[in-house]
């Protein structure tokens, strides 16, 4: 298992920043520890480490896994009303890895979970930031823009861990299940993956998605409220 593995650094309210795996001087770092979640309101008992700089993915690796040739990849992306959740819930058991690479010995896979911004912090959509960023008017998805930079990290980098870039599965629960369905939607995803599955993910809800109107309306009521 590599834990707190850096795929991107986060803007607040801009898009995220690709990170090279040779961003590290001497080469190495110790990924033995989970990273920090995404700050958010408690939702249990447990209650993980948060910080916004969060843009960390996990890879679970079978013990049993061939040299010879390259294992599919399953990337999960938690669920949790894109307010809450973490890939570090594997810590009690939630989002473990190891459970599904020990229950699928005829077929080694590896398994890939990531963090991702949530709640207000990824989806204001404001005047202000438009103009900001008017090449890339995007304000109010910085969650997908996320996950496509842990996927672009993922295509790059995960031949080095036994995995293959061109057999890579997204799979989500509820919020998640949504994501990776509407993800094929954004400009840069092509070729990132090649197969989906979506837990609890349907398409007619409408509590996921806001015209620009109302996206702004909301967003600017957060500020109003927040003085």
């Known amino acids: 298992m590599f834990h707190r593995i850096q795929y991107a650094k986060e803007n607040r309210w801009e898009p995220p920043i690709d990170l090279a795996s040779d961003m590290f001087s001497n080469g190495s770092f110790q990924a033995i520890v989970f990273g920090p979640c995404y700050p958010q309101r ?38 949790g009303g894109l307010t809450s959740g973490c890939s570090s819930q594997s810590i009690p ?9 020990a229950n699928s010995p005829q077929q080694p896979i590896i398994i890939v979970t990531i963090n991702y911004r949530l709640g207000v912090l990824a989806d204001m959509y404001l005047t202000e930031l438009i103009k900001e960023k008017s090449e890339w008017p995007t304000a109010g998805n910085y969650n997908f823009l996320d996950i496509l930079s842990a996927l672009r990290w993922i295509n790059i980098n995960i031949r080095d861990y036994g995995g293959n870039p061109n057999n890579v599965l997204l799979f989500g629960e509820s919020s998640g299940g949504k994501s990776v369905v ?23 809800s409408s509590i996921f998605y806001s015209n620009k109107t109302s996206a702004m309306q909301r967003s600017n009521t957060i500020v109003e409220q927040m003085n």
């Open 182 to 204: 509407d993800i094929g939607a954004l400009k840069g995803s092509s070729n990132l993956y090649q197969h989906i599955i979506s837990q609890s993910g349907g398409f007619s």
């Open 42 to 79: 408690n939702t249990g008992i447990y209650i993980p480490l948060q910080d916004e700089q969060c843009l960390y993915l996990n890879i679970f690796t079978p013990s049993n896994k061939s040299n010879e040739s390259l294992l599919p990849v399953l990337v999960w992306i938690h669920g």
């Open 93 to 101: 058991i939630l989002y473990n890895g190891t459970n599904i690479i």
